[in-house]
């Protein structure tokens, strides 16, 4: 195959993706406005000023969504993608993958964990490398900072998604967001329940319910 018909192919994948996301963030919009859930999706961006440098995945998706928030996750607009000065301002840190691009972050909050309210920011994030585009995790940055011996942090370094519109579009609208609760967080906040109130019963983590009520999970007969 061609380099030429390589980049169409991939041009061709990526458009059928972002339609994918598009569909998605649609149905969890109007899941959202149904339900009173404790989710928020922001409204579309223009980005009319993003930086031509920037991954054009990133991009895109963030053009349907200024933020996604829930109990147990927020993703936000990053103020690189935004203008050139934001891409411009980005930390230039010699590390052993470049500085990445933080698209979101775990959620701290007791009552985010016990009641399924949203949170605050806190935690390690959920990372855009801003050569190659592709999303990551990272259990522990400052560990991961000082280490230079790539056979080592291979075991704190996840590769989740080549791009932020697949991110978004599987593991974030998509059936693979159980993959992203266990692997951020741990297996055990997708069987938690609110323990009284008027949700008593009700699965801790409102995005999960969200996705339930969309019809956006394959499987989700054991979180029910």
């Given amino acids: 195959m061609t380099t030429t018909a390589m980049t169409t192919t991939a041009m061709t994948t990526m458009v059928r993706v972002l339609e994918e996301l598009r569909s998605r963030v649609e ?4 899941a ?8 928020e999706i922001g409204p579309p961006l223009a980005l009319r000023e993003a930086p031509a440098d920037a991954p054009p995945a990133a991009v895109a998706a963030f053009r349907m969504f200024e933020w ?3 109990p147990l996750f927020r993703f936000d607009c990053p103020d690189e993608l ?5 891409w411009r301002a980005r930390p230039d840190i ?8 933080d698209l979101g972050w775990e959620m701290w909050s007791r009552r985010s964990v016990t009641e399924g309210r949203l949170g ?3 935690g390690e994030t959920i990372s855009l490398d801003p050569v190659k585009g592709d999303v990551y995790y990272v259990d522990d940055w400052m560990w991961f900072q000082e280490n230079i011996d790539w056979e080592v942090v291979e075991e704190v370094h996840h590769p989740i998604a ?8 599987e593991w974030v609208f998509g059936p693979r967001y159980p993959e992203l609760v266990s692997l951020v967080l741990g297996p055990g906040l997708l069987e938690h329940r ?3 109130g008027r949700n008593k019963g009700e699965l801790t983590d409102a995005w999960l319910r969200l996705l339930q009520r969309a019809e956006l999970l394959q499987d989700c007969t054991t979180m029910t």
């Fill in 94 to 101: 010699e590390m052993l993958l470049p500085m990445p691009i």
């Fill in 68 to 70: 996604v928030d829930g």
């Fill in 32 to 39: 959202a406005a149904e339900s009173g859930l404790a989710v």
């Fill in 162 to 169: 080549p791009d932020a519109v697949t991110f978004f579009a």
């Fill in 120 to 122: 605050v920011r806190g």
């Fill in 194 to 196: 609110i323990r009284k």
């Fill in 27 to 30: 149905r969890c919009r109007a």
């Fill in 82 to 86: 935004r203008s050139i000065e934001g």
